[in-house]
């Protein structure tokens, strides 16, 4: 009888400290969870602007443009946005992120280098093309190997994570133009939510790796905004004309002893890493060309081949972190998702076409409209999206939650859009057309849409329509049943789509 009471008594303990325990953890996790909504960026948004970039980067073979990220609506969205112009043979220093990102190749190709930590170096050269450097007064071969080179061309959208160290380079005729979008709300960035760029080469210029140490979280009126603003210029690159000033790469903070120690070098070497000297910021030009190992692009073709194709469906089983797909093309019209041939064609990359995806939780959406022709109204289910034009202009349309138009005007190439989550949208391409690229903070973003076959309003029975609008069924059954098309709508007008 005692051993019974015994075993109760510690029964009911176990059961009280148990019940405290996840009481404990459940209010940690409303705390917690309070925390990361105040982390957010608020989206009271009163009004949305397309823009152009406002700050820029000069380097000795290209350019680096920036978007405000302090502004509200990258700021509703938790994200930043960057274009890089780089000119032929020229090399973009390699540096990692705080932040996973999306890269768009607007123009030209080029290759890139992904540095995964701890992955073999698969790339190795020949016995034919070793090469000779000196060592305590003796000649010994060397035979250089590396981690696996990427060529991307026009219509690539790359993928890359946080703190993944990466170099492009341009090795076509003509200037590489990409588009990057950093999600700094992502879980991967475990900092703020200011974009921090960390160079391991050069002597780059500043690019707002102490932006954020001044920024304030409280809301603010538009005159408080534009005076943050003022503030911000100094510190996030310039405006045209400003005076840049340089900012050191990581082995720059670090004693030239310690470098060399742990490099095996001696002070000279360990002062060329720290780029103190250099002066061609953070794109630098290969005047004799950048020489990798790569394969060419026939073996790489046949390699693909043999793999079942380039755009072979993959579901990321077969996939290790140091063989993952990280490019896939969205350009071609051939692999569209959505097509109508008089309006035009959708064609996204997730995390199903593209595994690591689910890793970054990030897609991306290449539109092309035909002239005058429309997107119908619809709303990200699940995402935000940073609209950026590529080509042509469009009339854009959105809507906020009461109802009122935050955003009713032209969007032109060059220019970006971010719509928050479940901002309902309505696009209608110009006489030229409207091409597009949408950055989604998913990696299976949804959405639903208003009008059209698949709409909320075609899934509602005609009684139910009838009496939401006070109208008559007749009304509500032509409004339910006259568009056919999914979400590409036709002009309405007979005017014939773009060759």
């Not at 102490?210 to 100094?234: A, E, L, V």
């Not at 009461?402 to 209608?428: I, T």
Request: glycine share 10%.
């Amino acid at each position: 009888m005692a051993k019974s009471n015994s075993l109760l008594f510690f029964s009911l303990c176990f059961l009280v400290l148990f019940q405290c325990s996840i009481a404990r953890q459940g209010a940690r996790g409303q705390q917690q969870q309070g925390q990361r909504q105040q982390e957010r960026g608020e989206c009271q948004l009163g009004r949305l602007t397309a823009q152009e970039p406002q700050y820029r980067v000069q380097a000795e073979a290209g350019v680096t443009e920036f978007w405000d990220y302090r502004d509200d609506q990258f700021q509703c969205a938790n994200v930043a946005v960057c274009r890089s112009i780089i000119q032929p043979r020229g090399l973009l220093l390699p540096y990692y992120t705080n932040a996973p990102k999306l890269v768009y190749v607007v123009q030209g190709r080029g290759m890139i280098g992904v540095m995964c930590s701890g992955c073999p170096e698969t790339y190795q050269s020949s016995q034919q093309s070793e090469r000779y450097r000196e060592e305590g007064g003796q000649s010994q071969r060397f035979r250089d190997q590396h981690q696996k080179v990427r060529n991307f061309r026009r219509g690539d959208i790359i993928a890359i994570p946080a703190g993944a160290a990466h170099w492009c380079y341009n090795d076509g005729d003509e200037e590489l133009v990409v588009v990057a979008m950093e999600d700094t709300g992502n879980n991967q960035n475990q900092l703020d939510n200011n974009p921090r760029k960390f160079f391991l080469a050069g002597n780059p210029q500043q690019e707002g790796q102490q932006q954020g140490q001044q920024q304030q979280q409280q809301q603010r009126g538009p005159g408080q905004q534009q005076q943050r603003r003022q503030q911000y210029r100094p510190e996030y690159g310039s405006r045209r004309g400003q005076e840049q000033h340089n900012a050191g790469n990581v082995f720059s903070g670090f004693d030239m002893e310690v470098l060399a120690e742990s490099f095996g070098v001696d002070r000279e070497t360990a002062r060329k890493l720290q780029g103190q000297d250099d002066q061609r910021g953070h794109i630098v030009r290969v005047e004799s060309g950048l020489q990798v190992l790569r394969p060419q692009s026939s073996q790489e073709e046949q390699e693909e081949q043999e793999r079942g194709g380039r755009y072979q469906t993959a579901n990321g089983m077969e996939e290790t972190v140091c063989t993952a797909r990280l490019i896939e093309n969205i350009n071609d019209p051939s692999r569209a998702d959505i097509y109508n041939p008089r309006a035009g064609r959708l064609r996204s990359v997730n995390g199903f076409n593209l595994p690591i995806l689910n890793y970054l939780r990030l897609s991306a959406e290449r539109g092309v409209l035909y002239r005058n022709a429309m997107m119908a109204p619809h709303w990200k289910i699940n995402a935000h999206c940073v609209l950026y034009a590529t080509r042509g202009e469009a009339r854009i349309q959105v809507v906020d939650h009461r109802g009122q138009a935050v955003f009713d005007g032209r969007v032109r190439e060059g220019e970006l859009l971010v719509v928050p989550q479940n901002y309902v949208v309505a696009k209608q391409a110009g006489e030229e057309g409207f091409e597009f690229v949408a950055f989604k903070t998913h990696e299976n973003a949804m959405f639903s849409t208003l009008s059209g076959r698949t709409s909320a309003i075609r899934a509602t029975p005609v009684d139910v329509l009838a009496n939401a609008y006070g109208m008559s069924r007749d009304e509500a059954r032509r409004l339910k049943m006259n568009r056919n098309e999914a979400i590409l709508l036709e002009p309405r007008s007979g005017s014939q789509r773009r060759v």
